[in-house]
Nanobody
Framework: VQLQASGGGLVQAGGSLRLSCAAS????????LGWFRRAPGKEREFLAT????????FYADSVKGRFTISRDNAKNTVYLQMNNLKPEDTAVYYC?????????????????WGQGTLVTVSS
């Protein structure tokens, strides 16, 4: 499956952005999906994950209550709604897919990755 992330940009602290990740190729609802980010000088960080049906989600503590992951299997798209953004949220954001019903927080367990979209939060 090929993944294409979009929706990044420059936003002021306290603002919101919605990232999208469109998939093409194989059957989208065969994949659990996740969002990760990598800030300058830091390792890739897990943010959120969602099961194939969208019925179960799981979040990192750093974004719980501010970010929401969702998916639309009819549109082959996964979203990350980000609210109350902070300067420390500045990073390149990646979507990822794994060929499993189960969600996963470890990046090594994902099979496919999008190219990343840059989010910059100004103070």
């Amino acid at each position: 499956v090929q993944l294409q992330a979009s929706g990044g940009g420059l936003v002021q602290a306290g603002g919101s952005l919605r990232l999208s990740c469109a998939a093409s190729g194989r059957t989208f609802d065969n994949y659990a999906l996740g969002w990760f980010r990598r800030a300058p000088g830091k390792e890739r960080e897990f943010l959120a994950t969602i099961t194939r049906s969208g019925g179960i989600t799981f979040y990192a503590d750093s974004v719980k209550g501010r970010f929401t992951i969702s998916r639309d299997n009819a549109k082959n798209t996964v979203y990350l709604q980000m609210n109350n953004l902070k300067p420390e949220d500045t990073a390149v954001y990646y979507c990822a897919a794994r060929s499993s019903w189960y969600t996963e927080t470890r990046p090594g367990e994902y099979d496919y990755w999008g190219q990343g979209t840059l989010v910059t939060v100004s103070s």
